[in-house]
């Protein structure tokens, strides 16, 4: 005859468990709350802040949300004015916040469009399908900030419910990093078209580009933040490891090189012009300014006698002192003084 063992041990055990999964679960929904609560008063508290300096900064119907696994701080729509300078900018949905479990990787996201106005310019309305950024957090500045946009269209408005498209952009990422004091900036982007009426109604290419620059020293831009960033920049130096422009006809141009800004603000550096396929280049420049046509193709023959590259392309090399460029002995002009 067989015994079975009571099964009351193995039910308790499994009570026991469910009654601490539930404690912990309200434990972490009070905690959640309460940290939500706090930063939803600091978002609050920042924003007064920001008008006490003259900037108004608006934020309509200011929450948290996120619950169980985020926090985020979300504005319906947002809006920022300062009246002084006469710049302004008012967009939609704003959301800005954390994973539970990644509290130093912050993530926003706006939703378009947005209205920009800036002194000297017609009013600007900017859409698109995404834009999204991301900062790693750190101390005293962020170690990586990221920015990513997907079909960008940018309209004058000239009227408060009409707008002209000037100009649209397939996709747009700028990434700016702080490594071995550097700062690094890396962006790319794709698929840029103009209107027609900007560009004499005529079809031109579309553009594709990519920046790579470093900038030297980050700690003394950092100690300087509270200047103008042109100024900030006095004192600096860096290196373009590559900028390039590419239409979509098979033209490329491409700079890189040293340069430095002195304490006057004036530009120094010695930076090399590379060109693929200078004809297609030059077909751009004639569809574009037509009553420079001999010009553009006396140009183009004096490229063809330049210097060229391990690529067979032929290369510029530019010298700046002092603000003042020259490709040789020949004068180019004189850059403006940050």
């Not at 005859?1 to 009571?6: D, E, F, I, Y």
């Not at 469009?113 to 859409?127: K, R, V």
């Not at 990519?210 to 200047?227: E, K, M, P, T, Y």
């Not at 900028?243 to 800004?261: C, D, E, Q, R, T």
Request: proline share 6%.
């Amino acid at each position: 005859m067989s015994m079975t063992q009571p099964a009351a041990p193995s039910r308790k055990k499994l009570k026991l468990l469910y009654v601490l999964l539930a404690l912990v679960a309200a434990l972490y929904t009070a905690g959640w709350f309460y940290l939500a609560n706090k930063v939803e008063i600091r978002a609050a508290s920042d924003l007064k802040g920001l008008t006490a300096k003259g900037i108004n900064v608006q934020c309509e119907n200011l929450k948290t949300s996120g619950y169980p696994l985020k926090l985020d701080v979300v504005c319906e729509s947002i809006s920022w004015q300062q009246k002084s300078e006469g710049i302004s900018f008012m967009a939609g949905r704003f959301s800005s916040g954390s994973a539970i479990y990644a509290p130093m990787s912050l993530n926003n996201q706006l939703t378009g469009p947005a209205f920009i106005n800036l002194p000297g310019l017609e009013p600007l309305e900017i859409d698109w399908n995404s834009f999204t950024s991301n900062a790693r957090l750190a101390q005293p500045f962020p170690t990586e900030i990221s920015l990513k946009s997907f079909d960008l269209n940018i309209s004058l408005r000239s009227e408060p419910t009409a707008s002209e498209l000037l100009s649209k952009l397939e996709e747009l990422e700028i990434k700016l990093s702080n490594e071995d004091n550097n700062f690094n900036l890396d962006g790319r982007f794709a698929g840029l078209e103009f209107a027609a009426q900007l560009i004499n109604r005529n079809k031109m290419p579309e553009i594709d580009g990519l920046v790579n620059i470093a900038l030297f020293d980050s700690q003394n831009l950092l100690d300087n933040r509270n200047l103008p960033f042109p100024e900030n920049l006095r004192g600096q130096s860096g290196e373009i490891k590559q900028v390039m422009i590419s239409l979509s006809n098979g033209a490329v141009v491409s700079l890189s090189g040293p340069f430095s800004v002195n304490y006057d603000g004036e530009i120094n550096g010695q930076i090399k012009i590379a060109l693929t396929n200078p004809p297609a280049l030059a077909q751009v420049a004639q569809t574009l300014f037509p009553e420079e046509s001999n010009n553009i193709a006396t140009l183009l023959f004096a490229i063809s006698a330049m210097p060229k590259d391990e690529n067979g392309n032929p290369t510029l090399d530019v010298t700046i002192k002092d603000g003042k460029a020259n490709a040789g002995f020949i004068p180019l002009g004189r850059l403006p003084s940050l």
